[in-house]
């Protein structure tokens, strides 16, 4: 009984996911959405397990989000994976955060190939393991050709970094005299940043509760539509992903306008 119960339960929620999409595709989906996956940690603490266990958890949710947002018909989807600042965790963390990009990838790539994403990463290089740029760069060769979601993972990122690296090859270029110091403005700014290739963020969804950005796209995230929930990010399922989305196509944008 109670497992007929549950079956029907679980009916019930996928056909309201399933009216839900069927919404969202009425109106435009948000191009290209960015994601600080925040709560890892407290989501262990709380089950007493590891921090690296939350992480893990988190792991899988990048998979269900992905193809979800594949499915929705979204452009970009940028995830906040390991920031500048995150090397000041214990060295034990930082090591298991770097190695969950071969395990992603080396248990996922197939079905990333066959739903048609093209990865991308956006960070430094230097100072990543090889193991992590390896496994990155095998999956950025082998989807390059893939015209559907741009799974772009945010590794070794920080805004700031990115910023003044960019001011100072802007700086390079007008001593070289390449660029004319009244050519630069904001488009020419843009194409000097890491996201170079992409649109900026329409939506920026942050889980766990905390409401700031962390140095993260600060530039890139001047216009976009903030979401912020308390749900942990290994808690974080297809409902709060829809949810955001449809907080996003009941607001308006005004890009400084009336
Ligand atoms: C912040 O939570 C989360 C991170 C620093 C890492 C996020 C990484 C993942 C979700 C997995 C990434 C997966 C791939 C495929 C690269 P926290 O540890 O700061 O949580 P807390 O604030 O509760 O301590």
Redesign the pocket.
């Known amino acids: 009984m109670l497992n007929k119960i549950k079956l029907w339960k679980n009916q019930q929620q996928s056909s309201s996911l399933h009216e839900r999409m069927l919404q969202i595709e009425e109106q435009p989906v948000p191009s290209h959405v960015a994601i ?10 709380k089950r007493a397990l590891p ?1 690296v266990a ?3 958890e ?2 899988k ?3 269900k989000i992905t193809r979800l947002a594949s499915k929705m018909g979204i452009n970009t989807l940028t ?5 500048t600042e ?1 090397w000041k ?1 214990p060295k034990t ?1 930082v090591d298991y ?1 770097l190695k ?2 071969e ?3 080396g248990t996922f790539l197939p079905e990333l190939i066959e739903e048609n994403v093209r990865v991308t990463m956006m960070g430094y290089k230097e100072n990543l393991p090889s193991y992590t740029i390896n496994a990155i760069e095998k999956a950025i060769q082998d989807t390059k050709d893939n015209t559907g979601l741009v799974l772009n ?1 945010a ?1 070794n990122y920080g805004s700031r970094a990115e910023i003044v690296d960019a001011v100072k090859r802007v700086l390079n270029d007008c001593q070289k005299g390449i660029l004319e110091s009244d050519e630069v403005n904001e488009d020419l700014f843009s194409s000097y940043l890491m996201t170079s290739d992409l649109t900026d963020p329409d939506l920026l969804i942050r889980t ?1 509760g ?1 409401i700031r950005l962390s140095n993260f796209m600060l530039w890139q995230l001047a216009y976009s539509e903030f979401w912020f929930t308390e749900v ?3 808690d974080f399922s297809e409902q709060h992903f829809i949810e955001a989305i449809e907080a996003y196509q009941n607001r308006q944008r005004r890009f400084g306008g009336v």
């Open positions: 600080i996956m925040d709560g890892n940690g407290r989501w262990a603490k921090r939350g992480h893990h988190g792991m949710v990048v998979r995830l906040y994976a390991f920031s995150n965790r963390e955060l969950l990009p395990e992603f990838l993972f590794l766990s905390e942990l990010w290994p």
